[in-house]
């Protein structure tokens, strides 16, 4: 049995932080739907949403999370951040940034979890402005990797 509200904030998270697709979340309210008795009409409209905007899919899935600030669902969604940069479909500044910015918005920053996002994205900071060499970056993934495999066992 699935857990619904936990995958639809984790579906959530990942669309913000750009680590899953519109289509892939449409599909998986499309299995929800199938397997429910009477789906959620904001279930409903996730299935639906496939033209809408980002911000409209994103307030149908939190309708349905009842939690959006859910530390495991976060972790999941975090999780699809790590399989993407181990798989290079996503670099390492872009996830650094994505998952810092999320963690600001959601006032989860300095959640004792998340604390490390802080010292990633300083030292993204130092690269960008040319205060230490492009050639740290290996490290900086290596750091972000470490960290999310971190708040994984952490659960």
Not at 55 to 68: I, K, P, Y
Request: glycine share 2%; net charge negative; with cysteine.
């Amino acid at each position: 049995m699935t857990n619904l509200p936990e995958e639809a904030n984790t579906y959530r998270v990942a669309l913000l932080i750009g680590v899953a697709d519109v289509d892939t979340v449409v599909a998986w309210a499309d299995r929800q739907i199938e397997a429910a008795a009477i789906p959620a009409n904001p279930l409903i409209n996730v299935s639906l949403g496939r033209s809408s905007p980002l911000s409209v899919l994103v307030e149908h899935l939190a309708a349905l999370t009842g939690n959006t600030k859910d530390v495991r669902s976060i972790k999941k969604a975090f999780a699809m951040v790590a399989d993407r940069v181990r798989n290079n479909s996503i670099e390492v500044e872009t996830a650094v940034t994505n998952c810092y910015r999320f963690l600001r918005s959601e006032d989860l920053l300095y959640h004792y979890e998340f604390l490390i996002f802080h010292n990633l994205e300083n030292d993204l900071s130092l690269i960008r402005d040319g205060v230490v060499d492009r050639d740290r970056l290996p490290q900086l993934q290596a750091h972000l990797l470490e960290a999310i495999e971190s708040i994984q066992e952490a659960s």
